[in-house]
């Protein structure tokens, strides 16, 4: 990794218009947990590193308008020892912290994981459950797009070449709301995910759901919202037949591969299972 | 490429180095401070025995760039005993034989300070579920698990008032 230029810009603007300056030759950088992985197998050859996380707003967790904004590169580790984000989005919390080990969630943060594009990222299919929004600025100005839409296939995404993700805005929480993420591993720590599946939802107070939004990971070329997976749990107490409509859209939703973590059946059925169980998880945590 | 000069604080100290720009700060903390306590085993941060401790934070060194370092306060291996005198993580890793070929060791100590620095007193499911990022091919992990939680009850008797 010798002949790498690193720049740490203190502003928006002095990051935009490196990347604007470097031509494509550039990458940025949060956490680097992907990133020098990949520089260091030579997957990754940037002339030049732009290291985002000296800029104002990147790093932390902010209330705004009754939600939250989460800096782009904030770590995993400062998520999970925020008690307000955790109380009000437990899926959230319980994803990002799912990322590697104790030293990588030192580094991680949720803007890289969205960024790397992994179609088994276990941030983005809970983002997505949460109905989570992307601040993004280029030199247009800035721009805001659903996490769902910024995945683009493996290591691909919609952002364009001179455009920088800077914070996610998770929305105000109305009450007995809550959410969940469940992945599939074969061991218990430290693995990619066979399959991730993220649930959100809010119950009346007589507990029917009246807002639910489901999204998988590791299933298809990018994290989705199964839009009709979340439309299956609205006006039910999430009773039998609601999951088993809900597992219909979702294994309707489903494309995965085959190879050496699964088979494309399997994922399918996992997918469903777990869409279940982050469901009912959901439910409670929402009762409580 | 320039190379560019970092000030950081590494075990107490203020340090001056010259770093790459794609160097990484275990490569620095080696090969420019040699400090050679911290070692890396596969350079991609799945084995942790690069682990030091940035700004109150366990990261793996090899993912983590020199110039990064920036103003940052360092822990490593050859900061945890205290003027000769061993930690008590350090006594207890020797004391229950929680090391045979050593490589992990520095990685394995600075990851259960960082653990024993914000909870005192960690179940055996916490420990474990925290060094998972630490690889040890030799021990079988059961006798670290127990040298950490004994040093953590030497740690909490230490503190109390006599």
């Known amino acids: ?288 | 490429m320039s190379r560019m000069v970092v000030n950081a604080t590494v075990n107490g100290e203020p340090v001056e180095f010259l770093a790459g720009g794609g160097q990484s700060l275990l490569d620095a903390l080696r090969d420019e401070l040699r400090l050679t306590g911290s070692k890396e085993g596969c350079g991609t941060g799945d084995c942790g025995a690069c682990s030091v401790i940035v700004d109150g934070r366990l990261v793996c060194a090899c993912l983590m760039l020199a110039p990064e370092a920036e103003g940052t306060r360092i822990e490593t291996i050859e900061g945890l005993a205290d003027n000769g005198h061993l930690h008590p993580l350090q006594h207890q890793f020797l004391e229950q034989a929680a090391l045979q070929c050593g490589f992990c060791t520095p990685g394995l100590l600075m990851a259960s300070k960082a653990l024993l620095d914000r909870n005192a007193d960690p179940t055996e499911s916490e420990v474990r579920y925290w060094l998972a990022g630490n690889m040890c091919r030799c021990t079988g992990y059961d006798k670290v698990v127990r040298a950490v939680m004994d040093a953590a009850a030497d740690l909490r008797q230490a503190e109390k008032p006599r």
């Open chain 1, 1 to 288: 990794m010798s002949g790498v230029d690193y720049l740490a810009p203190a502003s928006v603007a002095d990051a935009v218009s490196a990347l604007r300056a470097s031509a494509g030759s550039a990458r940025l950088m949060a956490g680097g947990t992907d990133l020098l992985v990949q520089m260091r197998g030579g997957r990754a050859k940037p002339e030049v590193v732009i290291d985002l996380k000296r800029i104002p707003g990147l790093m932390g967790i902010r209330g705004e308008g009754g939600g939250f904004v989460i800096g782009a590169a904030t770590s995993g580790a400062a998520l999970g020892e925020h008690e307000a984000l955790k109380a009000a989005w437990p899926g959230v919390i319980e994803a990002a912290n799912l990322i590697g080990s104790t030293q990588v969630q030192g580094r991680a943060s949720l803007g890289g994981n969205l960024c790397n594009a992994s179609p088994a990222a276990d941030g983005v299919p809970a983002l997505i459950a949460a109905g989570a929004v992307c601040i993004i600025e280029g030199p247009a100005g800035a721009r805001e797009v659903q996490v769902e839409k910024v995945q683009a296939g493996p290591g691909k995404t919609t952002l364009a070449a001179d455009e920088i993700l800077l914070a996610f805005r998770l929305p105000p929480r109305p009450a007995r709301s809550s959410d969940a993420y469940l992945r599939l591993i074969p061991r218990t720590e430290m693995d990619i995910a066979v399959v991730g599946v993220g649930v959100s939802l809010t119950l009346d107070a007589g507990g029917v759901c009246n807002a639910a939004r489901v999204s998988v990971g590791a299933v298809a070329p990018t994290c989705l919202l199964v839009e009709a997976a979340g439309v299956a749990l609205v006006g039910t107490t999430l009773d039998d037949a609601a999951l088993a409509k809900m597992e219909a859209a979702v294994s309707a939703a489903c494309r995965p591969i085959s190879d050496k973590r699964g088979t494309a059946e399997y994922r399918t059925k996992v997918a469903c299972v777990l869409a279940r169980r982050a469901a009912l998880i959901a439910k409670d945590r929402a009762n409580a």
